[in-house]
Structure formats: C-alpha cells, structure tokens
C-alpha cells in the first residue's frame, strides 16, 4: 500500500514500484477515493481499502512531515505492521510517540526520511533507483540515502549483488535501528555478508558495532563518511549534527575516529573509500565471492 | 533554532515557571522609563554561552549608570555578535543553584529529565553531579518525582522542583522543544525557586508548526564570522573551506563521501553544497533545477574557486534536471568570469545529459574516481 499516492513523491515513485514488481494493491490519498493512479485504485482512508483488497504487508508513506504520524498510526491500527516512511521532516516528538506505539504493537517502521527497502530483482518499497541493484548475497544496510544507491552500484558493478538493500534513515530519531536490521540480515538465508554504511553525528555506529560483538555472526564490512570534516561542522540534515546538546556531556561521540575505533574493536573491516568495499568483502568471504545472480 | 534568554523567560512566564521581574531593552533609553527598582542587573541578548566574563553581564545601581552600562553592552560583541536586545532584571539573592533540563535521548528515543545539585556557571561541576531519568512511557509526574530523589534533594523542595519539572515537560511537549534547561534554578533561603537563566532550543523540523516561536528569530542576531553552520544547510547554503574547489552533490551522505575522496587525491574542497536528499514530500524537478541553480550562484561567489564538481545520484530525471540547470546557470553567467566545471551524474537518461552538456564544452563522467581526478587536475 502506498500512502499519500497523490503526493508528488508517492506519484512518481508508487508506479516504479508497481513496475519493479512490488504488487501495490492500493494507494491512500484522502479526497480521491474512487480515482485511480496507474491503475493503482486509490481510497480515502486504510482501513476502508483494505476491506476492499484484502490483507497488506507493507505499507510505504509519502505524505508531508506533520501527517506522517497520523498516517503511520491509522495503517497501525487497521493491522498493518511494516512501515516505510520516506518522507523527510518529521518532528522528533511525533517520531517518539509512533515509536512507543510501534513498539506496543509490534509494528516494523523503517525511516523516516529514507530511500526504504530495495530486495533486488524481486520488490522494491521506496525510491532506491533500479538499476544500481543487482540479486546476490550482500546485506547493504545504512544510514544514508543517496550514498546508499552510490554504494549499491559500486558492489554491483564488482559482482556483489545484494540480498536486503536499505537506508534505515538520516533523521535523529528513527524507527528501525542498525542493530535490528543487523539481526534481520544475520538471520536471512540470503545474506553471507553484511555491508554497514554510516556517517559522523550520533551515535549509531557506535551502538551498532557493540552490537556486532555481541550477536551477529555473518562478517561486516563498514564504510564511514564524513571522515575529512571538520569536527564543528556537519552537512545537511539535522541527523548529522553531533548531538552534545549539554555542554560536555557526550561530544566524544559521533566523530569519525569513535565510529572507527568502535567499529575496529568489533573487529569490522573499514573501507578508506567505496571503491575498498569489494576488496575488503572478498576478503572477508575468502576471496570466494557467491555472486548468484538469480535474475 | 535556539531562542535568546529573555525570549525563553517569556515562555517559562506563560508556563507558570517562577521568573524574576524584567524587561526588554531595545534603546539605552529605554533605561529611563524601567519599572523594576534598582539595583538592577543587564544582560546581553546573545546566544553564547561565557557572557559574564565577556563583560555581556553588568549589576547596576541607577539610571545614569544603567544607560553607560547599556550603550557598552550594546556595542560589545561576544563572539562576534552584537545584542539586538538588552535584559534588565531584577537582582535574585541565591542560597543554592541546581540545574534541571528535558531533552531528547535521539538513540533511546525518549525524552530524558537531567538534573544537578551544583547548577551555575561551573560546568563541570554541574556534569559531575548529573543525574538523568528517562521518560520511556506516557509522562507522569513521578518520573520529575523520581528526578529530584536521585539528585538528592530532601523535604519540601522535592514537590517544588518537580513541579517545576513537569511545567518543563509540558513545555517541551507543546512547542516541539530538541531543549528546555534552567540553570542556574536559584533556591532562596526561604526555599522560594527562581529561574534566574533559561535556555531553549526549538526543533527546526516542527518550526512550521508553531508559527509564535518561528517569529522569534527575527530578534537573534547573526554571527559575523562563523564555524557553526546553519542548521538546514539542504536550503542551499553553502559552507566556505580553504581550498580551490567547490563541490555541489545531493544528500548529506554523498557530499561528505565526495569531500573525503577529494582530500584523499590531494585535492582541496573551496566550498560545498547539500542539495538535500531526495525525500521532501514536495520534491518536484523545478524545485531541484531552482536549488541547483541557486547553489551554484553562491558558490560563484568564492574568489578562490578554479573548478566546480557536480556529483549528483538518483532516480527520476535527475540526470537531465542537473544538466538542464548547469546550461541555464551558465547561460546567465555568460560574459563574467568562467570557472569550468566538471559533472558526475549516474541515472536515467545519462544520454540526453550528455548531449546537452557536451553542446556546453562540459566533460561529463560516469565514474566518480575519474571525475575527482579530473577536477583535481583543473584545480591546479
């Protein structure tokens, strides 16, 4: 399901999933009931579509940031328990409440302001662009968005498919965490390598290698961007800011060297650049990549 | 967005957060017509910390030393930014200092309560003795409860503080706060509170929903010469380095990415530029095509700049809007001074680009390794 289908995202991107071969059963836009997008039939509220098609896995979201909350919380209620929010902007104080219901519920939030879900050759649910992605073993998760797409297409083209391709989303409050996907892709028969994609603010990649330490089996490969800037400044969305908001209380974390150090002490190999990415999974396989195109 | 103290004193007012008597100076004169009784003390409306030994900070005892004092404050810039505004407020006799503050915990996801004994101007002190809740349900009083125990606080002062508290949270809640912080929270000897100095921060992203504390911007004055960058730096600005070469990509990941492999050539970054990342509800090619053009007019800007690097990555006509928009910007810039540029672009329609581009002279690249190389090499 595709909600805000209407939206200048949701109708650019809803029929490229329909094309990638994602069976998108309905579109939400409140006012077009009754209209279609694509084919794609669109109705006024969740629970009133899906009466009419049936149970829905997933539901991806593209309305603006301050409905982001009340749309993730009506697909919640109507039963469905995997969201995508793409939308970039959504105010952390909306983010906290959906993640305690979220977690209530059981319900799977990726985002928000991510490119979403990429299972290559077979669906995709969100914007990754088809064709840097290519079936293979590679679990690509990671806290970026165009980079991810950029390392996608670097693995690709040396032969590294990917299994589960995501951007788990560069806002500062996320639904989804590196540590569960971590644990998605050590569990998915799929995957025999995982490449983690980070950057400087937070703390992500620090809480993420702890993690790798203490549960995750599969090799990791990590690449870290941001590693030349300066430490006072920070590019772009507020997800990479340094998050030290009381003087002193946290402002060793988040820099590219506690990334690194972290990410070494969980014994996770660190390409200087993407194009190490494949040399270092080569390595961590063996040298035997199972670049099994399926497709 | 962080607010000035007497912008934050005005929301704690509302809240019922005890504060001084004050008023707002915008004119040394506005000294002769005070209505709080001398003596007094006036505060530079400067968003800093460190104001009192910069001299923002000044106990006065009647009008003619109140107006000297203020036309100093006035022209005195603490880290390069001059007050547009004075605060004039009554004097507070203090017994003790805490420190309380709510923020968001970004990686647990929750608001948390922080509180010390030792608030004022000692910061490590006041780290020292921190202690921290977190508010991981629906909040509830206990939890400020639960706070002022930890911080040791004893007898009467654990209703008061904690009910200060809970102002602070339902603060917090309603104006979409990243922070509230009180410190120093003045206990009197008779065990009166008082927020003698306050700080809040406004989260960027829920702005727009709460138009009253948007309209308080206009009163923070701007750095002159600045390291801190802008918070939404996706709006087209640009941040100046040292070097020769400025950089335009789209999302925060991609552009640090393309910074650090220009460092690792030797190469040395004039400028960049965020375009933001492809996830606005409202992104539309016009939209994109007007950014770009509008980052590049600032980046032109630079004297240092030789060459300027477009690595630009996505879906959806992404490739011919970023074409589209380096041939009109270089149309109007056409007869001033030339900067050549290099262009990185992966997508659809890769070949319509290309044609486009090469009409201009541009070289365009697929590989990002080469393009670097190549801007390197014009860089020199």
Known sequence: MVQGITEPLGSIYAPLMQVYGGQILAGISPGHGGQHLEGIPVFDLVEQALLSVGAVDTSVIFVPPYQVLDAALEAIAAGIRQLVLVTEGVPPMDMMRLCRVAEASETLVVGPNCPGIIVPGQILLGTHPAEFYTPGTVGLVSRCGTLTYEVARE??????????????????????????????????????????????????????????????????????????????????????????????????IGTAESKISALRQAKVPIAECLSQLPDLLKQVLKGSPKTSAKS | MDLLEYQAKQLFYEMGIPVLPSQQIDHPKDLKGLKIPYPVVLKSQVYTGGRGKAGGIRFVENTIDAVAAAQTIFNLPITGMYPAVLLAEAKYDADRELYLAVILDWSARRPLLLGSQRGGVDVEATIGAMQQVVVDQEFSPFYARRLALKMGLQGELIRSVSAILEKMYQLFLQKDLDLVEINPLAVSSAGELMALDGKITANDDALGRHPDLATLQEKIPHQIKTKMLPRDLADTTLVELEGNIGILCNGAGLTMTTLDLVHKAGGRPASFLNLGSEYRHNNSPEVLRDRIQRGLELMMQSKNLKVVLVNTLGNVMLCRQTAEAIATHLQHQAGSRVVPFVVRLVGDQFDEARQMLQALNLPLFHDLDEAIAEAISLSK
């Open chain 1, 155 to 252: 693995l690709s083209q040396a032969g590294f498919g990917q299994s589960i391709a995501l951007g788990i989303g560069s806002d500062r409050i996320i639904g989804s965490t590196f540590q569960q996907w971590l644990q998605i892709l050590d569990e998915d028969e799929q995957t025999e390598a995982i490449v983690l994609v980070g950057k400087i603010g937070s703390d992500s990649e620090e809480v993420a290698a702890r993690y790798i330490i203490e549960a995750i089996d599969k090799p990791v490969v990590a690449y870290i961007a941001g590693r030349t800037l300066p430490q006072s400044q920070y590019i772009g969305h507020a997800g990479a800011v340094v998050s030290s908001q009381v003087a002193g209380l946290r402002d060793e």
